[in-house]
C-alpha cells in the first residue's frame, strides 16, 4: 500500500544505524529523478547531487578521520552548521537533543570517548550503504540553500515511500574542503551536507528514539481567522 504524506512526514526521522543490505543503484536513480520536482525558486535547479557507494563510499571515511586527526574542530568554514552564539530557546533545544540522543543509547556525559566514538558514526554513513552529497554554488545565496533544503527533504520523504530511512548529515561540513579536493569540485562550487541513505536497523535502540519538537502555539501564530 502506498504510504501517504502524512504518513510519511510522520514516519520520517534521522536513522542513525542501518542495515548493510546494499541499494540497488536504479533505486537511488529513480528516487533522485522523482526528487527533482522540488520547488526550486526561478527554477534554478541550484544544486548537483553526488552518489556514492562500495569502494567509493568506503573511501571517505579515512579521509574524513584523517582531516580530523589534523584538526578535531573541523577544517575552516566559511558556511558553519550553527552561529557561535546561539540565543534562547535554540541554545538548550540543541543541548537537550544533544542530552537525550546519548542518553537513549546510554552514553553518559562523562564518556567522553563514547561520545566521540558515536559521533565518528557520521563519518561512516550510519552504516548505510549509500551516502548522498549536496554541491551548490558559492555565488547562491539564502533563497537557493533553501531551496537546496527542499530537494533534500523530498528525497527523504520519496525514501520512506520506498521503504528506505535517511540521515541529514551535516557533520560532513566539518570535512568540506578535503571532500572538495577529493570529488574534484570547481572553485565556485561548494558541498553543504551529506546524507546517509538505507534501510533502517529497527533493532538499533538509538533508532527507537525521536527528538522533541516545539509545539504549534511556540512556533505559530495566527491571524485573521
Not at 116 to 138: C, D, I, M, S
Not at 180 to 187: A, I, K, S, T, Y
Amino acid at each position: 500500500m502506498t504510504l501517504s504524506v502524512s504518513e510519511a512526514v510522520a514516519r520520517r526521522h534521522s536513522c542513525r544505524a542501518f542495515l548493510p543490505d546494499p541499494v540497488p543503484e536504479e533505486t537511488v536513480r529513480e528516487l533522485l529523478s522523482r526528487a527533482l520536482q522540488a520547488p526550486s525558486g526561478g527554477n534554478l535547479q541550484p544544486w548537483r547531487i553526488i552518489a556514492v557507494a562500495g569502494e567509493e563510499k568506503d573511501a571517505l571515511t579515512p579521509l574524513a578521520q584523517s582531516a580530523l586527526f589534523k584538526n578535531p574542530e573541523g577544517e575552516d568554514d566559511e558556511y558553519p552548521v550553527y552561529p557561535k552564539k546561539l540565543g534562547e530557546p535554540f541554545r538548550t533545544r540543541r543541548f537537550r537533543v544533544g542530552e537525550d540522543l546519548y542518553g537513549a543509547i546510554g552514553i553518559p556525559r562523562e564518556d567522553k570517548a563514547g561520545r566521540y566514538a558515536q559521533l565518528a558514526e557520521n563519518f561512516r554513513f550510519f552504516g548505510a550503504p549509500v551516502g548522498l552529497f549536496f554541491v551548490t554554488r558559492r555565488e547562491f545565496g539564502h533563497g537557493q540553500w533553501a531551496h537546496l533544503g527542499m530537494l533534500m527533504q523530498t528525497i527523504a520523504l520519496l525514501a520512506e515511500e520506498a521503504g528506505l530511512a535517511t540521515c541529514m548529515q551535516e557533520a560532513w561540513g566539518k570535512v568540506r574542503e578535503t571532500l572538495h579536493g577529493h570529488f574534484g569540485l570547481d572553485e565556485a562550487e561548494v558541498i553543504y551536507c551529506g546524507m546517509a541513505l538505507g534501510h533502517e536497523d529497527k533493532s538499533a535502540p538509538i533508532n527507537n528514539w525521536r527528538s522533541e519538537r516545539a509545539s504549534l502555539e511556540d512556533v505559530a501564530e495566527f491571524r485573521g481567522f
